[in-house]
């Protein structure tokens, strides 16, 4: 039985009040984010509008399938390499390569041993949630990493003074910060079914599902997340260490 909320001007009235609710809310609170509010919310209803008329057409071919992830990737990288350095101009776009580093070899790893079937409807869903997921971790540890450089200039150089070479003084004042990528992840892994019950588990209940497949499926996603964002972190802090993102 198809469990999903239906679609109409009830859901339309709800989201347009949740929006403008927590528009209000952030003002209030002085955080100064009340438009991004309900620019975000207005930018993901078109943005999904135009996915759900196009998915159709893509899933129908592996080779629509690939382009439209590899859109997804360049997007994330764009987004990231954006909260990094401020642009998605030159260095920026280093961040694309923890991001297909973290994906591509985790994603290879389930479709070859079946753990996902090769279809496009099953790969297209996880690998977006794997991007999201590199894109994520790679913007909050190239940020932290950068900042803790920043902040902590006078050790940077101390390091320098006692022969450490660049690489290594930069590893020793932020491997620390960029630790900090991967703990959404590791928090979400540890409280899921207790705090949590995450997209993927309740998009496949929601699908009719039996729930120990849903549970199934979702420690899938979260420890294959595990692995894509540890990839992604270690990758980012040695662009960050190395002067190629900066």
Avoid: K
């Amino acid at each position: 039985m198809n469990a999903a909320p239906e679609f109409g001007p009830v859901l339309a009235l709800v989201l347009t009040g949740l929006a403008a609710f927590a528009a209000v809310v952030v003002r209030a609170g002085g955080l100064g984010l009340g438009r991004d509010m309900l620019v975000v919310t207005v930018r993901a209803a078109v943005q999904l509008a135009v996915v759900s008329l196009l998915i159709a057409g893509v899933l129908r071919s592996a080779g629509w399938t690939a382009t439209f992830i590899a859109v997804m990737a360049v997007v994330a990288a764009a987004t990231a390499g954006r909260r990094i350095t401020g642009s998605v101009r030159g260095c920026g776009w280093w961040t694309l390569l923890p991001i297909v580093a973290g994906v591509v070899p985790v994603l290879a790893l389930l479709l070859a041993s079946t753990a996902v079937p090769c279809r496009p409807v099953a790969v297209l869903p996880i690998a977006g949630i794997f991007i999201g997921g590199a894109m994520s971790a790679t913007g909050l540890t190239g940020r932290r990493a950068l900042d803790e450089l920043t902040t902590r200039r006078g050790e940077y150089e101390g390091g320098l003074a006692l022969g450490l070479l660049p690489r290594d003084a930069s590893l020793e004042v932020c491997r620390p910060a960029a630790a900090l990528g991967l703990f959404p992840v590791m928090d979400q892994t540890r409280t899921v079914g207790l705090v949590t019950l995450p997209g993927a588990f309740v998009g496949v209940l929601l699908g009719g599902a039996d729930p120990a497949e849903a549970g199934a499926i979702q420690l899938l996603v979260l420890v294959g997340l595990l692995a894509v964002e540890s990839i992604a972190v270690l990758i980012t802090l040695e662009l960050v260490a190395t002067g190629r993102l900066c």
